[in-house]
T-cell receptor
Framework: GAVVSQHPSRVICKSGTSVKIECRSL??????MFWYRQFPKQSLMLMAT?????????EQGVEKDKFLINHASLTLSTLTVTSAHPEDSSFYIC?????????????FGPGTRLTVL | AQTVTQSQPEMSVQEAETVTLSCTYD???????LFWYKQPPSRQMILVIR??????QNATENRFSVNFQKAAKSFSLKISDSQLGDTAMYFC????????????FGKGTKLSVKP
């Protein structure tokens, strides 16, 4: 199966700093990538959808100036949490899809645990 | 808007027994896909099984099978011969056909397989 990696797996930062999370498709070209947020013992909530070379589409209620998404290549998308606050602490998961080849399946990264002090 | 409902927050089953997890959904779409994902303690999301709405035949993957009732908008997952490694959160998910692939997840069911 296709592999998606995320880096870092966990990060701790101080309030007010910015944190960048990388999502890479290792063995396929990801035409579309998705970013999810998961609070403890809760489900995954879609934050935004990004297509390579285009601006991300954010879900209602997600601040696009706070959660910057860049999908600059077919194998890499980044999520930058700007001016992080403790309430941004969460588990962030990306997934990737190569629509022409993979029908309707998307592959998930292992997630990044963000803790903001 | 589409919604996915999983009414069982937690379930448990004895090893080697069979368990069924429930999922209902609401949509006005005719073209869509339904999925069951497993999230073990590692938090890695793993696709368990997928069902295309246009297919009448229920999907099956080894010990995992679904009961897809389109008219009732029900999509339950049956796990046969439960194994300790099946212990995980299970999420039911909906995807609109022809879309970018956005998944809408239910709240999940925590399944514990007991030895």
């Amino acid at each position: 199966g296709a592999v998606v990696s995320q880096h870092p797996s966990r990060v701790i930062c101080k309030s007010g700093t910015s944190v960048k999370i990388e999502c890479r498709s290792l063995d396929f070209q990801a035409t579309t990538m998705f970013w999810y947020r998961q609070f403890p013992k809760q489900s995954l909530m879609l934050m935004a959808t990004s297509n390579e070379g285009s601006k991300a589409t954010y879900e209602q209620g997600v601040e696009k100036d706070k959660f910057l998404i860049n999908h600059a290549s077919l194998t890499l998308s980044t999520l930058t949490v700007t001016s992080a606050h403790p309430e941004d602490s969460s588990f962030y998961i990306c997934s990737a899809r190569d629509k022409p080849r993979m029908d309707n399946e998307q592959f998930f990264g292992p997630g990044t645990r963000l803790t903001v002090l | 808007a589409q919604t996915v409902t999983q009414s069982q927050p937690e379930m448990s089953v004895q090893e080697a027994e069979t368990v069924t997890l429930s999922c209902t959904y609401d949509t006005s779409e005719s073209n869509y896909y339904l999925f069951w994902y497993k999230q073990p303690p590692s938090r890695q999301m793993i696709l368990v099984i997928r069902q295309e709405a246009y297919k009448q035949q229920n999907a099956t993957e080894n010990r995992f099978s679904v009961n897809f009732q389109k008219a009732a908008k029900s999509f339950s997952l049956k796990i046969s011969d439960s194994q300790l490694g099946d212990t995980a959160m299970y999420f039911c998910a909906f995807m609109k056909g022809g879309s970018q692939g956005n998944l809408i997840f239910g709240k999940g069911t925590k399944l514990s397989v007991k030895p």
